[in-house]
């Protein structure tokens, strides 16, 4: 069982804050875009060592 943890981020500025700290390596999460509802964007951050198999 992976423990997610979901963020609601209300602006694409923070968005964008987020995923560029996750990809620059200094996160040790990986982000994954879900379905956006209204204006708010979910991020689901997976720890890498416990990402499932098909998206590792």
């Known amino acids: ?23 620059s390596g200094r996160s040790p ?6 379905a956006l509802t209204s204006d708010l964007k979910l991020l689901m951050l997976v720890p890498y060592n416990r990402l499932p198999q098909e998206v590792a």
């Not at 069982?1 to 996750?22: E, S």
């Open 29 to 34: 999460y990986h982000v994954f875009d879900t």
């Open 1 to 23: 069982m992976l423990h997610l943890r979901t963020l609601d981020l209300g602006n694409h500025k923070g968005k964008a804050f987020l995923c560029q700290w996750v990809k």
